[in-house]
């Protein structure tokens, strides 16, 4: 495989994991087809007011809202799904109506929080008496971690359009060099090596926020497994944390580019034995250095 071959497989694949970010980025903003799909996590409360009810003998009525369109955090009623991107995060009546709240960098996941702002107040009272010893009332914590890992996914996705820009500038100036240049500054390596830099450097930061975000996720779906009731007719208590569909788009955007870098050590290994004067074919390997004369098999 020629070096330019090695370069370009790897700017194809940065190009994808750039790609991926891109969809991750637009999750959520808005409730059109495309953000509306994306959610680095999901809360589906829908099943609640069914749990409350029974376990309390207290009816439990007008907790929803079945306005879509309702605004969010001013106690207007629960929605059924509550869904977190990386900018902000959206409510839903049903599968597709739903509103968003205000974009922000950063946003925090603070899911706690999102579903007691739009309940009345007797109802968060009865919601952190429920939740209170599981990490998913952990605002503090859940939100100050989503946005360091933000700021890491933010990075690795820069650095992914950096390492397939930088690996395009290469591939072009190698197949100018070969045909029209022998030596000087466009054989150079420099934009080979940024472009490993940056692949490198992308993977570790989408590692550490893909990590975060799982961990975090992870945390607050505890509060799936709290039951509610008496001991002998307790229920789950009907708040469900799941992954996002932009979570599983970040982990392949981090396959992509950690893969992305095999063809940059194929290419460097090949230029470090065209250094030492090694040839390796499929039979044996040959020492073809002047300094040894003839061919002798190791």
């Not at 070096?3 to 497989?9: K, Q």
């Not at 409730?31 to 959610?39: D, F, G, N, Q």
């Not at 879509?68 to 629960?78: D, I």
Request: glycine share 6%; proline share 2%; charged share 10%.
């Amino acid at each position: 495989m020629r070096g330019e071959i090695c370069v370009s497989a790897a700017s194809l694949l940065s190009l994808v994991a750039m790609l991926l970010m891109i969809f991750v980025h637009v999750g959520q903003i808005n409730t059109s087809s495309v953000p509306r799909k994306i959610a680095m996590a999901r809360v589906n409360v829908s099943d609640y007011s069914t749990a409350l009810q029974s376990s309390f003998t207290d009816p439990f009525e007008n907790i929803y809202t079945t306005n879509a369109s309702a605004p969010l955090a001013v106690r207007a009623g629960l929605r059924n799904f509550y869904d977190f991107g990386l900018y902000s995060y959206c409510a839903y009546v049903n599968t597709s109506q739903g509103t968003c709240g205000n974009m922000t960098i950063g946003a925090q996941y603070r899911p706690y929080d999102a579903i007691t702002s739009d309940m009345a107040a007797n109802y968060s009272r009865i919601t952190q008496a429920l939740v209170q010893d599981t990490a998913f009332q952990s605002s503090t914590y859940l939100g100050e971690s989503t946005k360091a890992a933000y700021w890491m996914l933010l990075l690795g996705t820069i650095c992914a359009l950096l390492a397939t820009l930088t690996s395009v500038v290469h591939v072009t100036l190698s197949v100018i060099a070969n045909f029209y240049i022998t030596s000087g500054f466009l054989k150079t390596h420099f934009t080979f090596f940024l472009s490993t830099v940056f692949s490198v450097s992308g993977s570790g930061l989408l590692l550490i926020g893909a990590s975060i975000w799982t961990i975090i996720i992870k945390k607050s779906d505890a509060v799936n497994d709290v039951l509610i009731g008496t001991a002998s007719s307790s229920v789950p208590i009907g708040i469900v944390v799941t992954v996002g569909s932009g979570l599983y788009l970040t982990w392949a955007a981090f396959a992509c580019l950690i893969v992305s870098v095999v063809p940059y050590m194929i290419r460097l290994a090949r230029e470090y034995q065209s250094m030492l004067g090694i040839d390796i074919n499929e039979k044996n390997l040959q020492y073809i250095s002047n300094d040894f004369g003839s061919k002798d098999d190791i």
